[in-house]
């Protein structure tokens, strides 16, 4: 199957600080990636979609200017946690879309384990 | 919107049992169905998936069928294994529409020596 990175692959942080989430479709040009979040021992919570070369779309109780999401290409779409507290600790999973033809797939990224003391 | 149930949410099996996880969805416009297995610490991983105009699909070891009247989709795995210990979500989405995936809550799988 096609390949999705993330990057970095775990951060610890200090409550305030912002931290960025790097999601790439390795082999693929995806025109939409999604960003979810998951908390232990249960499923995964879409976020938000990312589209490239336009404004993401915020699920219901997502904070866009907390969460800001970046697109810029066709192979890339950025996470930042802005002013990250304690509640923001979480693992955070991208996927990118594989669309064409014959196919219609998401491929998900290996998470980043976010921390924040 | 969506709604997407799993049962169980945890399985235990001997190696070399069949496991089979069910899932059902609300949704009549949905077409699209994958399974994805997820291990610890790791993002989820396509294992299989079935588009409605089909009922059944199978690669190696790993089968799904989609029941469209009944609105619901199941994963099988046979002669299971240690290595297929993971959490399995299913999900549903209307393809063509953004794509958005809705999740089950998972099955955690585990198979016994």
């Known amino acids: 199957g096609a390949v999705v990175s993330q990057h970095p692959s775990r951060v610890i942080c200090k409550s305030g600080t912002s931290v960025k989430i790097e999601c790439r479709s390795l082999?693929?040009?995806?025109?939409?990636m999604f960003w979810y979040r998951q908390f232990p021992k249960q499923s995964l919570m879409l976020m938000a979609t990312s589209n490239e070369g336009s404004k993401a779309t915020y699920e219901q109780g997502v904070e866009k200017d907390k969460f800001l999401i970046n697109h810029a290409s066709l192979t890339l779409s950025t996470l930042t946690v802005t002013s990250a507290h304690p509640e923001d600790s979480s693992f955070y999973i991208c996927s990118a879309r594989d669309q064409g033809l014959r196919t219609d797939t998401q491929y998900f990224g290996p998470g980043t384990r976010l921390t924040v003391l | 919107g969506e709604n997407v149930e799993q049962h169980p949410s945890t399985l235990s099996v001997q190696e070399g049992d069949s496991a089979v996880i069910k899932c059902t969805y609300s949704?009549?416009?949905?077409?699209?169905f994958p399974w994805y297995k997820q291990e610890l610490g790791k993002g989820p991983q396509l294992i299989i998936d079935i588009r409605s105009n089909v009922g059944e699909k199978k690669d190696q070891r790993i089968a799904v069928t989609l029941n469209k009247t009944a609105k619901h989709f199941s994963l099988h795995i046979t002669e299971t294994q240690p290595e297929d210990s993971a959490v399995y979500f299913c999900?549903?989405?209307?393809?063509?529409?953004?794509?958005?995936?809705?999740f089950g809550t998972g099955t955690r799988l585990q198979v016994t020596l």
């Open positions: 082999d693929f040009q995806a025109t939409t």
């Open positions: 949704d009549s416009a949905s077409n699209y």
């Open positions: 999900a549903a989405s209307i393809t063509g529409t953004a794509s958005k995936l809705t």
